[in-house]
């Protein structure tokens, strides 16, 4: 099993620029979630899906974040417009249960 | 309100000891779960170990152990025989009841010196 694959590893954008974040989780997984990691905040969940459906976006921080699973195999997270202090690590994560938790490697965004 | 808390922002252990990095949680659902991460420097989240609210035993993974005291709702990390490759951040985490979320603390940076 190749585990949860995010891609860009590593995004660099001007600000105001549209960031489109991407994620592929363990096959069989029927729960995605992504998290935003920084100094000041931690790491801080976002949204996530159960089934392809959003369950909770309470952790969204502001209409310019937008978050899809349009199938059990792939999920994006989107910004638009990009701002500085959007700056992060963005992680995806996937489980079957209550228990397995995969996270993947992260996409680092630097916005300038 | 914290739902997770690490107090200790940092941690230094010489190696080969023993050493327990602390987490209390606050949750009124009888049902959760607790789980540690370790985070190195390369940055990828890396699961340690888990215990269920209703586990009778305390949970074990090789050098890892969770000191569980459901009565003070802490769920300590203890490593054993610490490496140089222990050298990392470590997060509590916490799910409750219906809906999988995973809520972390803020973290302890653990360094083992040679």
């Known amino acids: 099993d190749a585990g949860v694959i995010q891609s860009p590893r590593h995004e660099v954008t001007e600000m105001g620029q549209e960031v489109t974040l991407r994620c592929k989780p363990i096959?069989?997984?029927?729960?995605l979630f992504w998290y935003r990691q920084t100094m000041m905040r931690g790491l801080e969940l976002l949204i996530y899906?159960?089934?392809?459906?959003?369950?909770?976006d309470s952790g969204m921080p502001e209409d310019r974040f937008s978050a899809k699973m349009p199938n059990a195999s792939f999920s994006t997270l989107k910004i638009q417009p990009s701002e500085p202090r959007d700056s992060a690590v963005y992680f995806c994560a996937s489980s079957w249960d209550t228990y397995g938790y995969t996270f993947g490697s992260g996409t680092r965004l630097t916005v300038v | 309100a914290q739902k997770i808390t690490q107090t200790q922002p940092g941690m230094f252990v010489q190696e080969k000891e023993a050493v327990t990095l602390d987490c209390t949680y606050d949750t009124s659902d009888p049902s959760y779960g607790l789980f540690w991460y370790k985070q190195p420097s390369s940055g990828e989240m890396i699961f340690l170990i888990y215990?269920?609210?209703?586990?009778?035993q305390n949970a074990t993974e090789g050098r890892y152990s969770l000191n569980f005291q459901k009565a003070r709702k802490s769920a300590n990390l203890v490593i054993s025989a610490s490496q140089l490759g222990d050298s990392a951040m470590y997060f509590c985490?916490?799910?409750?009841?219906?809906?999988?979320?995973?809520?972390f603390g803020a973290g302890t940076i653990l360094r083992v010196k040679s």
């Open positions: 096959s069989g997984h029927d729960y």
């Open positions: 985490a916490m799910r409750e009841g219906v809906g999988n979320k995973l809520v």
């Open positions: 899906f159960n089934n392809n459906v959003p369950i909770d």
């Open positions: 215990q269920g609210s209703y586990d009778q």
